[in-house]
């Protein structure tokens, strides 16, 4: 769990040093007070980005020349301390006073999901994000994955360089190291993909018992054959191509109710719920996994939910026994069970602690 947390030039926020307990922490304040920035200096801590900004020079403050996120973490190992500095276009990433390389070092020990206003959008997106899903909870769950899927990465670029320039014989030469590694990332997404889809049906039933929510993963490549075989048959439209058109990075994980993609067969609050939904399952897997102890930051929850729906949603994060993170305007706005407690008000970038 976070323990602690300094944030120093994060958008509009003044320098501040919150503490955090089990369970729900909530943050409350006015519009453009400074809210969402808390849950976005998190959010870099954990993933080494912000959830709203593609780049960090749009996130560190107007006029800062350093903007650095320092936390404490407590896993079963011990522990951590990790930080994050972005100061004159660079940016550097510590673990327990040493400079790290990989941002997923920073991931394993802090893993943090977010629900907002944009969750929705991974059903309305293309697959890429639904991709990155799935790519999030086989890296907590599942040893190898990310070793798996770097080799994967590795070879399909090197491939795909020999297709675009028209090397067939190159090419085959990545096929081996492709078919291993995707098969391998293959798996580890069918075992996630097979937990999580009962869990989230069941957990949706309840929220909307009126519609059925199926799941369906497609691996990247064509049933019934083996990732060799399409291949051997496709190799002349690869080259065509110029790039490798089978494989698990082109897998995707399908939401249908009545056949139709969830997109075009629900409402914006029910494709909201299906999209935490999916949020929540897969914490519960990662608790359950004992592999890791998921953040979750829930901004805005009241956007397009009706308040039987909010609090619906609001006991199942409760369920998950994560811990969290939760906004509102005003304390009133928060759900039932979240209104008692301690956290932080947000008035024009100043955080200060508060009863609720
Ligand atoms: N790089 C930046 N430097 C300084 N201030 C910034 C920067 N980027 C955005 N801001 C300002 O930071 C303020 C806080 O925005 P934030 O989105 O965190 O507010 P919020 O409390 O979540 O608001 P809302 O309830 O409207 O979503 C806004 O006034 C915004 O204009």
Redesign the pocket.
Known sequence: MLRELDVTGV??LQACRLSFEPGFTVVT?A???????VLEAVHLLGRGRSFRARRLD?????EQSVMRVVGVCETTHGSHRLGLEYSQRQCRVRLDGEDVRLLSQLAKILPVQVINTETQRILQDGPAGRRLYLNWGCFHVSMNYHADWQRHERALRQRNAALRSGDGRLARVWEGELVTSGEAVDEARRDLVAGLSVALQELLSSWMPEVAVVVEYRRGWRAGSTLQECFDDGRLRELDAGFTLFGPHRADLLLKVDGVEAQFALSRGQQKLVAIGLMLVQCRQLMRSDSASPLILVD?LAAELDAGRREQVAQALKETSCQGIM?A?EPGDLPEGFQNGRGYR?EQ?RVSEMIY
Do not use: L, P, W
């Open positions: 958008r509009n304040g519009n453009a007070a400074g809210k969402t920035s749009q996130v560190i403050g107007r805005d906004t305007i947000v970038g």
